[in-house]
């Protein structure tokens, strides 16, 4: 992909095997081996793991910097179209900030909290990705979980995109295990607004089935896509009704009247599953 040699997409990353574009900045932090990478006026953020792998967590345009360059990030906000007269989003995992520059970009009166737990990635996102904060755009250095348990603002969309290096921390695909669970799912309803939506991004992997399972044990809806040619499952749920296929397509076939977001909203459908019934534990 661009100039890179891409092995596979998996949530805000893809892995690949070699980069042959220009270090500008790599930087080791608490939690991740950083890495800034210029290939004409693609800026690509990598987490480089112990291995001969490195992932992609962020890349971005620097000529449209509000253009997202993933599928994964374009599916995850079809969240949109579940709630598309948002107010209030809370963002959970930072990375080099496509989303924020997005969110920003199109939607200036969406109030915005962002969440990230490693403040060398808040320092690089802001000196090399240009994502800073704003008038609505706020970004806190902590635990995603503690802030959510710490109460407070509630929001019309929780968007949860957070990975490390698989470790003792995370699952075996590298989801953080404290970003799962019945306590913390019942954090996140807390802080959703009724009728709100949460997004969750997670790996395609041994482990994404049983984590697909646990957010429909939680949630009263849930919805399921698979975007083509990414390792993404990306999950939207909530404690009320989703929205239909005939209103979901409505609702996307309006944002692309308005245009100049870089994809079809319309297109993202293509890869929602057939909808089943949540198994809540409410």
Request: include cysteine; proline fraction near 4%; charge should be neutral.
């Amino acid at each position: 992909m661009f100039a890179f040699r891409l092995l596979c997409a998996v949530l805000a990353w893809l892995s690949v095997a070699a980069c042959a574009g220009v270090t500008v900045h790599e930087v080791r932090s608490e939690y991740s081996y950083i890495r800034v990478v210029d290939s004409g006026s693609q800026r690509a953020l990598y987490f480089i793991g112990d291995s001969d792998l490195d992932v992609v967590e962020t890349q971005i345009d620097l000529r449209a910097p509000h253009v997202l360059q993933h599928a994964y990030a374009q599916t995850a906000m079809a969240a949109l179209l579940y709630r598309p007269r948002a107010e209030s989003c809370l963002l959970i995992g930072l990375g080099g900030g496509a989303m924020v520059r997005f969110l920003n970009h199109h939607f200036p009166r969406l109030r915005l909290d962002v969440v990230e737990i490693d403040p060398v990635v808040v320092r690089v996102a802001r000196e090399y990705f240009g994502t800073t904060e704003s008038s609505g755009t706020r970004i806190h250095v902590a635990d995603g979980r503690e802030f959510l348990q710490r109460g407070g603002a509630r929001y019309d969309l929780i968007l949860i995109d957070a990975h490390l290096h698989p470790d003792p921390r995370t699952d075996r695909s590298g989801h953080p295990l404290s970003l799962q669970g019945a306590d913390f799912y019942r954090s996140v309803r807390e802080r959703t607004n009724p009728g709100g939506v949460v997004m969750f991004n997670m790996l395609r992997g041994r482990d994404s089935d049983a984590y697909v399972e646990g957010i429909r044990r939680a949630f009263a809806a849930v919805d399921v896509y698979r975007p083509r040619d990414t390792g993404n499952v990306i999950a939207f749920a909530s404690s009320g009704a989703l929205a239909g296929e005939s209103e979901l397509r409505a609702r996307a076939q309006a944002f692309d009247r308005r245009g100049g977001y870089g994809f079809s909203f319309e297109q993202l459908l293509g890869a929602r599953e057939r909808r089943v019934p949540a198994i809540s534990s409410l």
